[in-house]
């Protein structure tokens, strides 16, 4: 049906940069808001952003100014560039979207969560 893969993860050094991609696909009618959340090892998952259809933002205190989520409505694609990155950036990221969806003649709505990707801030 529907399904989010994410992509762009990795281990970087203090004050660098990643962009991380979150691409859905399926018989997807329209997708609501997108966000990104983390969950750092004994924590417990965070929002760190989130874009409304019509492209309003919203941050968590930790990351304006250093992170920002955008959204290719076309592609059904939302990103993340995170810059300045530090070590209690350090999670696994996941995006989430609120999806209405097609199956036969209905139609559903749903929220969804890609497989997550590590970020590793280290020097």
């Known amino acids: 049906q529907v399904q989010l893969v994410e992509s762009g993860g990795g281990l970087v050094q203090p004050g660098g940069s990643l962009r991380l991609s979150c691409a859905a696909s399926?018989?997807?009618?329209?997708?609501?808001?997108m966000a990104w959340y983390r969950q750092a090892l004994g924590k417990q998952r965070e929002l760190v952003a989130d874009?409304?259809?019509?492209?309003?933002?919203n941050y968590v205190d930790s990351v304006k100014g250093r992170f920002t989520v955008s959204r290719d409505n076309a592609k059904n694609t939302v990103y993340l560039q995170m810059n300045s990155l530090k070590p209690e950036d350090t999670a696994v990221y996941y995006c989430?979207?609120?999806?209405?969806?097609?199956?036969?003649?209905?139609?559903?709505?749903?929220?969804?969560w890609g497989q997550g990707t590590q970020v590793t801030v280290s020097s």
């Open positions: 989430n979207a609120d999806i209405v969806y097609r199956s036969g003649t209905l139609y559903y709505r749903k929220g969804y």
């Open positions: 399926g018989s997807i009618v329209t997708i609501n808001t």
């Open positions: 874009i409304t259809v019509g492209g309003n933002t």
